[in-house]
């Protein structure tokens, strides 16, 4: 089992500035999962939410392809040439921020600028005081004036039948809901979802064809709602009805679930915060959309190639959040 390659300038960026520290502010610990074409950071795949999610928490998945992130990418293993392990989100950053650091240290007087690349393997070392090798991933580089290598602990690589799990996970996770729609500002959810947490824990969330989002929070006293409209949709859609548009939001949504017009499902307050988390990632449009039969809540994140309007297939990042009950099926 071998794996060694070498950072893009573009690929460390990302990771650094943009997506783990999403994936941190989503869970802990991370898998990691490198395959002949792809490297993916997959949250919450394994264990309580292999066959989907079932109110275990969300499950993140992002999927880069394999020369955005690396160049002299060598890989080889006896499951499939796939290799996968978990670590911590946050060591994992903090090495690549030491690494980084120097890098980018400016170059002495005479030696030509841009120092080595910044190479990543996996590795087995025998730590002090063990009789047993322990496996890491280990960052190299060399600066003007230093060098540094950085040994990450991670689990031993899962075996081929938990490989084959998680690749029968990740799977069934790629099937989008049937009507997505784009919010486009973001902030201004976070913020309705801020004031929201703080009257219930479970939130009522409802998707239409017509391209309308609500967001509700019942209790025994008080019910506190928010409806986003008209807005963008992709898949399948509808006109609303002329009639509906003097009803209250709250007729309209159960009006269009009759209709098979529209999704609703309830889901924890705290795994919607989580996934908003992944604003951090800087996307560049955020989908919001229902899984066939309400089996799930589907945020898909899209960016473009950068200086253009062009979606950039090198980067796939979604989270699916677990439904604790079904308002329509």
Do not use: W
Not at 54 to 83: H, M, T, W
Not at 261 to 276: C, G, I, R, T
């Amino acid at each position: 089992m071998k794996f060694k390659a070498f950072f893009t300038d573009d690929g460390i960026s990302l990771l650094d500035k943009r997506f783990l520290p999403a994936m941190d502010k989503v869970g802990r610990v991370c898998h990691v999962f490198l395959t002949p074409t792809h490297a993916m950071l997959l949250h919450n795949l394994l264990g309580a939410t292999a066959a989907g999610p079932d109110g275990g928490g969300p499950q993140c998945v992002a999927q880069f392809a394999k020369d955005l992130l690396f160049r002299e990418y060598n890989l080889s293993s006896r499951n499939g040439n796939q290799i996968a392990f978990s670590v911590e989100v946050a060591l994992l950053q903090r090495a690549l921020r030491s690494v980084l650091a120097v890098h980018a240290q400016p170059p002495a007087a005479g030696d030509s600028p841009g120092g080595p690349a910044i190479q990543v393997r996996l590795v087995n070392k025998l730590p002090a005081g063990s009789r047993s090798a322990t496996p890491f991933l280990t960052f190299e580089t060399k600066g003007a004036r230093a060098a540094v290598v950085q040994d990450v602990p991670i689990s031993r690589p899962l075996s081929r039948s938990d490989v084959e799990r998680l690749q029968a996970a990740l799977d069934a996770a790629k099937d989008l809901p049937q009507t997505l729609v784009q919010v486009p500002d973001l902030p201004q959810l976070q913020s309705l979802v801020d004031r929201l947490k703080n009257v219930g824990d479970l939130l009522t969330v409802a998707v239409t064809q017509y391209g309308d989002l609500h967001l509700q929070v019942s209790t025994s006293l008080v019910t506190v709602g928010s409806e986003f409209r008209k807005l963008r949709v992709v898949g399948d859609r509808a006109n609303a009805p002329i009639g509906d548009q003097n009803l209250t939001a709250s007729t309209r949504m159960d009006m269009a679930v009759e209709r098979g017009e529209a999704l609703s499902v309830q889901v924890n307050m705290k795994h919607l915060v989580k996934s908003l988390h992944c604003h951090l990632a800087k996307p560049d449009y955020t989908f919001y959309g229902i899984a066939p039969g309400g089996a799930c809540l589907t945020v898909v994140f899209q960016y473009f190639i950068p200086g253009t309007r062009l979606a950039d297939k090198s980067i796939s990042f979604y989270c699916r959040l677990p439904v604790l009950d079904s308002g329509s099926s």
